[in-house]
C-alpha cells in the first residue's frame, strides 16, 4: 500500500483526534508542588499516531500538512502539548530561571516568581538587582547594606505591569499561539527536544525566533530572538503556598533586612 494513499492518512487523522479527546477529558493533577513535567503527558495513543504520522508524512516531524500548507497533524498536537504547559494553573506562582544574554551584551542571571492571573504582583533578579512590585509599591534589596527600599508604584506603572508580563516565556507564547508553529525533533544539550519556529509566512518578528523545549514534558529550554538568548535551568509553577507567597515580595523574601520606607509609604 502506498505512503501517499488518502486513506490511509485519514484514518490516522481521526484517530489523533479522538487521542487528544480523550486527554482533554481527563480530570487535572492534584493541588500540589509540581514542575511542568508533572502536567498532562502525551498518552501512549497520541504517541502511537503522531509517531506514525509522521512517518507517512514523508519528512520526519515537520511534514507537510494534510489539508496543504500550515503545520500537519502530528505538530499541532506537539504545539497543543507546548501550550498547555504555558497555561497557568488557577492560584499558582510562576517559578522560572534561566541565563539571559542581551543581543550584543554579557550573560546575565535571571530569576522571576510571578503571581499568575495578570495581577502584575512579582519578584525577579536581574541585571544584578533585586526588585519587587504589588499593586501599589515597588521594593528593590541591596545585598551589600541588607536593606530593602520601598517606594509608591504610581497607577500607570502597575497597569504597565499588568499588561507586559516579566515572564521570558512570552516569546514562546506568542509562536505557539500564532497558529503557524512548527515543530521539528532534535537534540538540544543532549535533550531530546522539539525546536519550535514560525513559518516564514507568518509574523516577521516571529519568524526571527527560534525556541527549544524539552519532548519530556514541554518545558521550555531555550529562546532565542532579535533581542537576545534566553536558556531556562527551571520552568515551574509552584502553589501559592503561605511559604510561596513569600516569595513574591522583597521584604518577605528577605525578612532580617532594614526597611527603609521612601516618602508616600507610610
Excluded: C
Aim: charged share 15%; hydrophobic share 40%.
Amino acid at each position: 500500500m502506498s505512503i501517499d494513499t488518502p486513506e490511509v492518512l485519514e484514518a490516522y487523522r481521526h484517530q489523533l483526534h479522538d487521542a487528544i479527546e480523550r486527554d482533554l477529558a481527563r480530570p487535572g493533577p492534584s493541588a500540589r508542588p509540581r514542575r511542568r513535567a508533572l502536567a498532562i503527558a502525551v498518552p501512549a495513543a497520541v504517541a502511537a499516531v503522531t509517531a506514525a504520522v509522521l512517518l507517512l508524512s514523508a519528512g520526519g516531524a515537520a511534514g507537510p500538512s494534510l489539508t496543504g500548507g500550515g503545520p500537519s497533524l502530528a505538530e499541532a498536537a506537539i504545539i497543543h502539548h507546548i501550550r498547555a504547559q504555558l497555561t497557568a494553573p488557577g492560584g499558582s506562582i510562576l517559578h522560572e530561571a534561566a541565563t539571559v544574554t542581551p543581543t550584543g551584551g554579557s550573560p546575565m542571571q535571571f530569576e522571576l516568581w510571578e503571581q499568575t492571573g495578570g495581577t502584575g504582583v512579582y519578584r525577579v533578579i536581574k541585571y544584578g538587582t533585586e526588585a519587587s512590585q504589588s499593586a501599589t509599591q515597588n521594593e528593590t534589596y541591596d545585598p551589600s547594606t541588607r536593606t530593602v527600599t520601598v517606594s509608591p508604584l504610581p497607577p500607570a506603572v502597575h497597569a504597565r505591569e499588568v499588561a507586559h508580563s516579566v515572564d521570558l516565556a512570552g516569546k514562546l507564547k506568542e509562536m505557539v499561539n500564532s497558529g503557524q508553529a512548527t515543530a521539528t525533533a532534535t537534540t538540544f544539550d543532549g535533550i531530546p527536544a522539539y525546536e519550535i519556529q514560525v513559518d516564514v509566512s507568518g509574523d516577521q518578528q516571529l519568524s526571527n525566533a527560534t525556541a527549544y523545549v524539552a519532548q519530556s514534558d514541554y518545558r521550555p529550554l531555550e529562546i532565542d530572538s532579535s533581542k537576545g538568548k534566553a536558556v531556562f535551568s527551571t520552568y515551574e509553577y509552584l502553589p501559592a503556598t503561605p511559604a510561596n507567597e513569600a516569595l513574591l515580595a522583597v521584604t518577605t523574601a528577605h525578612p532580617g533586612a532594614k526597611v527603609v520606607n521612601e516618602a508616600g509609604t507610610g
